[in-house]
């Protein structure tokens, strides 16, 4: 058994079979013995050409070639093949020669699949891992990325390799990670001639957690405040289902402003986790060349999980049309394949994927408004009871003393010397 899982318990599939539970933990919960494992294991798969699939590295038009004959495929290690199908759904569309490449479509980002198509990217991750392991019980971690710290927490040599002494935007020598290389960075090329990333590896990755000078508000990470406010946002996703849809939860957690009003100052959750780590991890053609961005998913994925579970997994705001292109609910998620929809990776992971997250949430802090309503209203509780507790008090005091003194009682004779007057009937006469 892998030492990433625990398989504590088993849940009902759809057709009712028992399916081993994995549990998706804390990284930084891990063992000396289980982070030289999960380091190991996703080494391997930078390194494991990929069994099953292989890429276009030319578009439709080109794909057999310059000669019309030699088709246009390479394979792919494990890891690239994760890269590149986050890279394809980022792409711009290739106009033609002398255009400039149209990218305005992103059918992983900014539309309400962005939470569907990140959870079926970590599936297919971890199902190829587990695979080359030869063990089904391998699960993914993840990064609690909201500490809202200035420094990133995983980033040591026995996790995901320490800054270097020697550049601060480079990945230390003690780290496996500073050995690999990244793909899909010709960016000039497959904007000016129409090509596809291949599976060709360029420069090392290169990251410096809090090191943007220039932007100050994303050289920290988001607190754990921001997680429990997000959590709290009703709706899935409202129109225009985009980067500036209002009171939305999925833009919320992907990260504009926390309460869902639309800044493009503003990054917040999953966005500023991005750019806070500064370098690879924060271009969306490149970003899961870090390994980083795979812990920094599961965790946005836990996110989503709980909040299905607290919702009750209402689909009702997630289009079924009027979304950007490829994100309405019943389309297919570019570029996967076999073809899966949002609609299938909506549901809550225990109970339909076979993992769940073992996670502390953050509890909601009380804003001051709410915290000034709560004084008042308790202020005049207490005046209340003050004057409740001080009322019976005079009254049972009252009581007490008509008890007490007798003498004050009005049908008692009032003292007229007869006692004296009797006593003294008594005594003889001296
Ligand atoms: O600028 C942003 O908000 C931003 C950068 C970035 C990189 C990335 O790979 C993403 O998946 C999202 C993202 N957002």
New binding site residues.
Partial sequence: MGKEAVVAKSSPDACGHLIAMLFRRNLLDFSAEERSHFVQALDLAKRTTHPQYVIATRRSEEILGDDGNTPQFENISIYNYFVWT?YYS?KKTFLGPGQESFGEVDF??EGPAFLTW?RFHLLQLEKDMQDMLQDPSFALPYWDFATGKNVCDVCTDDLMGARSSWDPAAISSNSVFSQWRVVCESLEDYDTRGTLCNSTEGGPIRRNPAGNVARPTVQRLPAPQDVAQCLEVGSFDTPPFYSNSTDSFRNTV??NDPMGRYDPAV?SL???A??FLNGT????????NDPI?VLL?TFTDAVFDEWLRRHDADISTFPLENAPIGHNRQFNMVPFWPPVTSTEMFVTAADNLGYTYEVQWPSQNFSISEIVTIAVVAALGLVGLIFLGTSYLIRARSKMDEANQPLLIDQYQPYDGGYEKAQNATQPMV
Wanted: hydrophobic share 20%; aromatic share 4%; glycine share 14%.
């Fill in positions: 986050h980022v992983s980002h990140h992907e990260g990054r999953h966005n500023l991005h750019l991890g924060g271009q969306t053609h490149l970003s899961p961005f998913h």
